[in-house]
């Protein structure tokens, strides 16, 4: 099927529209004439019958009769008439009457169409009355007339016929001239859409600088599609810039463990070694395999995340506390190494469903907890609180270690991004944890956020709908 442009399907639709107006126009015009010539041919025959009716004179005679008076009578040649009195008796036709027998005439009076001599005439019956020897006592004698009257009906329809072809003509003209001139004009009309066009079709991943024209920001019809096209593009830039950074630090991160394996494993063939050595050195080789296969897990997982089909409905709810009571129970030794207490406020277990899954909760809790815990100075507490906030429950994970420098708050969840520019793994991991809290929370409808304080330490937190309204939060503490 051929694709018609915007333009060409408003100019048919306008010219359709007028062509159905131009047509209703002259059947209107040809009802509206028809009428009103008709009325007028109407008026013009009732008044050439009474002028028929005036010419009966009485007779004269004996009988009280009444005649028609031809010298006083003058009507058209084509015009046809015939009179009768009361009594049945022919007083006077035309020349050109065929007689009641050639056609029927009317029983009622008024108007209606015959056709005569292979014409088509507007017949008016007409019964009038005539007072005959007024002068006697009593008024005289009342005599009843019946005139019939008809007259051709060509140049009435003549006339109906001119007028309507003149406003068929006129709608003729306007359609050639408002054509063209509709043309014009939604051209330039759309002229703001086919700039705007012009300029989205210029972007790409290489250059994405789009600056819509001013015709397209002002016109009321393309100023949400200028506006979404402008949000649309900038979170497509966004994306490919996150994208083409994580391609970056992936196989940057990559690429670092790769070569520490590689580098033990050429250390273990420059010269021949002992067991010990041999066992020492494929420990170390272990130890960075497994390092790479956590980063591995770790993008996958997060791949995961952000390119999951399942909506928030289709995920068995989670417990928040009671993850956050495992989470912690697995990470405590980890917390005593490190010299930190671990404090925990939250509601009874089964009361804070959650609409993320229980394993994407305990990643969540599991990640924010050692995060804080290796964040932490020796003897601090860290403390993570459970409570109720509207239609959510808030997890709040609060250190009290080094805090965050202001510059890289902002990047902290960034995947592969960390605030130690020598990138160092003095507190371990591969920039990838609040990444990963991150994809859960939004993915889970909910949202985190991180506030610090340089110096005194950082408070993360994130809110969560709950997975069904809960009759009550019990802030039952436990430690």
Not at 250 to 274: C, D, G, I, W
């Amino acid at each position: 099927m051929k694709r018609r442009s915007i333009a060409f399907r408003l100019i048919a639709a306008v010219l359709a529209v007028e062509f159905g107006s131009a047509v209703l126009v002259i059947l209107l015009s040809w009802g509206y004439e028809r009428h009103t010539h008709f009325r007028s041919f109407d008026v013009m025959l009732r008044g050439r019958a009474d002028s028929v009716l005036g010419a009966v004179q009485d007779a004269e005679d004996l009988g009280d009769n009444v005649m028609l008076d031809l010298a006083d009578l003058h009507v058209p040649g084509e015009d046809v008439y015939e009179v009768w009195d009361g009594r049945g008796r022919l007083l006077g036709r035309s020349n050109n009457w065929l007689g009641s027998a050639a056609f029927e005439l009317p029983a009622r009076n008024g108007f209606t169409f015959l056709k005569l001599h292979h014409r088509k005439y507007r017949l008016l019956r007409l019964q009038g009355s005539r007072i005959v020897d007024p002068g006697e006592p009593g008024g005289g004698h009342l005599r009843f007339v019946t005139i019939f009257y008809a007259a051709p009906t060509e140049p009435v329809w003549h006339a109906i016929y001119n007028a309507v072809g003149f406003y068929a003509a006129g709608s003729i003209v306007l359609l050639l001239v408002t054509g063209p001139l509709i043309a014009w004009l939604l051209h330039r009309g759309l002229l703001p859409l086919r700039q705007l066009a012009a300029l989205a079709g210029d972007v790409s991943a290489d250059s994405w600088q789009f600056s819509p024209p001013a015709s397209a920001r002002e016109t009321p019809e393309l100023a949400p599609l200028t506006q979404a096209l402008e949000n649309v593009l900038q979170r497509l830039e966004r994306s490919f810039l996150q994208q083409r950074a994580f391609v970056s630090d992936a196989a940057h991160e990559l690429k670092t463990a790769v070569a520490v394996v590689k580098s033990s494993l050429q250390l273990l063939e420059m010269k021949p070694r002992s067991v010990d050595e041999y066992q020492a050195g494929l420990e170390r080789c272990l130890l960075d395999c497994s390092r790479l296969e956590e980063i591995v897990g770790k993008m996958l997982a997060l791949a995961r995340l952000e390119n999951t089909s399942a909506t928030v409905g289709e995920r068995s709810p989670g417990d928040l506390a009671e993850c956050l009571r495992e989470a912690v129970d697995s990470l405590d030794t980890v917390a005593q190494l490190r010299g930190v207490r671990l404090a925990v406020t939250a509601p009874e277990s089964g009361s804070c469903p959650v609409t993320a899954g229980a394993e994407e909760c305990s990643t969540l809790i599991s990640n924010l907890l050692l995060n804080a815990i290796q964040h932490s100075q020796e003897g601090s507490t860290v403390e993570a609180r459970i409570g109720l906030a509207g239609p959510t429950l808030a997890l709040a994970i609060e250190d009290h270690g080094e805090g965050i420098d202001p510059a890289v708050l902002p990047h902290v969840f960034d995947r592969f991004y960390r605030g130690d520019p020598s990138r160092t793994r003095a507190t371990g991991g591969a920039g990838l944890g609040l990444a990963i809290c991150k994809a859960i929370a939004e993915r889970a409808g909910g949202s985190i956020s991180i506030v610090s304080r340089p110096g005194s330490g950082s408070t993360v937190t994130v809110l969560l709908p709950l997975a069904a309204t809960a009759e009550e939060i019990h802030a039952a503490p436990s430690a």
